[in-house]
């Protein structure tokens, strides 16, 4: 009897090692660049962020224009939370540092003041 219980005893000690060892952690810390100047902005970018599915927590800074995440990565992707920002029409700095740009159609959207493609509008802030 002895016997038939220390190896159930291990088995079940097995099965779950293994099943901790499975585990993914599913909340991803994530920065990037957006592109933006003003509280408007912040906003826009961090509404947009937050109505992608599995985005737990969005921050965007006015000064550095870095935008923090916590996401769920079982449940979205970096490049589908980076396509919802360009389709509200602000311009994104990869992961990689590539430029991600804004259509024009979706960049003529943002108001006049968040222009931030424009010279003047940029040194007006």
């Known amino acids: 009897m002895k016997k038939v219980i220390i190896i159930f005893s291990t088995i079940m000690i097995g099965f779950s090692l293994q099943s901790q060892e499975t585990k993914e952690n599913k909340n991803t810390k994530v920065t ?3 592109d933006g100047i003003c509280g408007m902005c912040k906003k826009r970018i961090e509404t947009a962020a937050l109505k992608s599915k599995g985005v737990k927590f969005a921050l965007w800074d006015v000064k550095s224009h870095q935008l923090n995440l916590i996401i769920d990565s079982r449940k979205t ?3 589908t939370i980076q396509s919802s920002i360009l389709r509200v029409g602000h311009d994104v700095v990869g992961l ?8 024009t159609e979706a960049y003529r959207t943002v108001h006049s003041c968040c222009r931030y493609r424009d010279e003047v509008i940029v040194l007006d802030h």
């Open 32 to 34: 990037f660049e957006v």
């Open 77 to 79: 992707t970096v490049e």
């Open 96 to 103: 990689e540092d590539e430029k991600l740009v804004a259509t």
